[in-house]
């Protein structure tokens, strides 16, 4: 099965955070990306630009384009691991050897369809 570790936790800069802390942080995401790949289930890692740099999109005519996240929280999607197991067992397992999940929330989120090389495949986890 197929799910998207969505990390949320508290925006900081690189200069809020302070040098050792990026540093920590960097080594511990890292460290665990090499674990995930070293088992075998991850599939893509993603560190995101912060928040202040997104865009939002909304339906309606004409669409309506709008900077920022526009979220009701302090915590921001920071980045995503997308990792192929065998259950939710074992995706809350990983969830939570996120260096994340110590500061803020992972979202477990399973994989619906995926668009590969041309063409979508749908999964089924009933």
Known sequence: MRYTLLLHYPEMSATELGPEALADGMREFDDYAKALDAAGVLRSAEVLQPSSVTTTVRGGDPLRVQDGPYADTKEQLGGTFVIEVDDLDQAIVWAGKAPS????????RPSGT?????????????
């Open 101 to 108: 999940v110590n500061w803020g929330a992972v979202e477990i």
């Open 114 to 126: 995926r668009f590969l090389d041309g063409a979508w495949t749908s999964f089924d986890y009933r």
